[in-house]
């Protein structure tokens, strides 16, 4: 189940990445673009962010207690 979400973590950032690049670098006079391209973005910001934060609350944070017992 880790390895789905890393993947999906990987490829929410590219999205965001991706679509936050042509939000930015689309002409003004085209809206719809920019704001479908907004939407996209943020929607990978969100996937990535909780499938980071899912991730990290996985894992332990003391790797030397987990080896002990």
């Not at 907004?38 to 609350?57: D, K, S, W």
Request: net charge neutral; hydrophobic share 50%.
């Amino acid at each position: 189940m880790n390895k789905l979400i890393a993947i999906l973590c990987v490829v929410s950032w590219s999205g965001f990445w991706a679509f936050g690049y042509l939000a930015l670098s689309a002409d003004s006079h085209e809206q719809g673009q920019v704001i479908t391209a907004a939407i996209l973005a943020a929607v990978g910001f969100l996937t990535g962010a909780f499938a980071y934060m899912r991730l990290c609350c996985d894992r332990p944070t003391d790797y030397r207690r987990v080896e002990q017992g």
